[in-house]
């Protein structure tokens, strides 16, 4: 199967160092021929190469200003993370006003959707007997479950993403107000990581998205800055979104806010490809058994600190919160809550059409009897390494070169320790050779004649 990939890397810029490989969560970045190689089936979109590398050799491709042109009506769905990018005092409605003038007909608040996919959850998790649900909403993470830990793809909620759901919602209402085919009306999200750029491309649990597009916050924020700075008499286009979002909707933005929004009890929050790494171990070890609901962001600090934001994360968590937390936010008119009680009934809207299946990651051969040869020669390839993970072969660690060695990828000398040994064996092989040599004919002449030389005088 061929995989969409939003990180690209850049072989020009690429200096063979191992940043990249040491911090990839799924062991998918090897160095051969001194560049970076990204493996294809294990990489997850997380964006820790994008993030630790020191020549910015690893790239995010997401979708230009110029995708618009290909609808006729053009609809922003802007994740609740941006908000937070601009400077305290910027409200959403000036960022969608912004968006607007941007060249959107229309713009649907994802943090509303964000509030509908809440409500569902907290419906899910008091029906379900699977303990704990895991969240769905970041895309890495799920695909990171996919990889690294396939026995807990039924863990995953089964219940489709704010932006997918706000983008099948806004479709049908512009369809019907404008009369256009709803191929002729294009959403394109405004993503703060890779993960979610590579969900619009290939997303996991729908057979096919129903956003026809990510933008990058990176290349929206200096457009939208500049239209908020200038003079109100300057403004030339005012709108409001189809649908706007409350506070809790606005506080998926950042970690914790998305259980906040939930609201049940027996939830924990974690943020950090790491740290999230750490908690599935927990949970294939049965140790959070007693744990209902578990979010689960690849970002530390949450979509907030997506590799395509621009403002600190520290900052934007706090300009998040506050946000969230405003007056104006908390209450919702009869007419919001009587249209979030229509989409709510919706149901088709937020249920998976196929199951979310593991990745295969490791396939040492295909045959079953030669897989387990391998697999014993990779144990002992292993135990005779030296076990320093250091990376100076190009792989993460030790083990991921034995895997490389025995799928005929690398070879053991890849390891300088290895590579030392070898050649001080063969030096002293050489040395014991070298003395072992019988002497040439004209040596032993020579020698001959000089012993004669000086028996005579």
Known sequence: MQYFHSVHLIESKCKGCVNCIKRCPTEAIRVRDGKANILETRCIDCGECVRICPNKAKDVVADGLEILENFQHKIALPAPALYGQFREGTTPEQVITALFQLGFDDVMD???AADLVAAKTRKIIQQTKVKPLISSACPAVVRLIQVRFPNLVEHIAPVVTPMEVASMLVKAEVSKRTGLKESEIGTFFISPCPGKVSAVKQPAGTEKAYVDGAISISLVFPLIREIISRPESDEQAVGKAIR???GLGIGWGRAGGENLSIGADKHLAVDGIHNVINILDDIECGKLAEINYIEAQACVGGCVGGVLTVENPFITRRRQRMLASSPARQEMTEEQVARMRDDL????????DKPI???????LDDDMALAIQKLATLEKIVEELPGLDCGSCGAPNC???AEDVVRGLASETD?????RERVQLLAEELLLAA???PPSMGTARNNTEQNETSTSS
């Open 110 to 112: 994802v943090a509303y």
């Open 244 to 246: 706007t979002g409350s």
């Open 345 to 352: 009934a919706k149901d088709r809207l937020y249920v998976f």
């Open 357 to 363: 299946t593991p990745r295969p990651m490791l396939k």
């Open 399 to 401: 083990r991921a070169l």
């Open 415 to 419: 390891c300088v320790f290895r590579l």
């Open 435 to 437: 003395a072992a040599v």
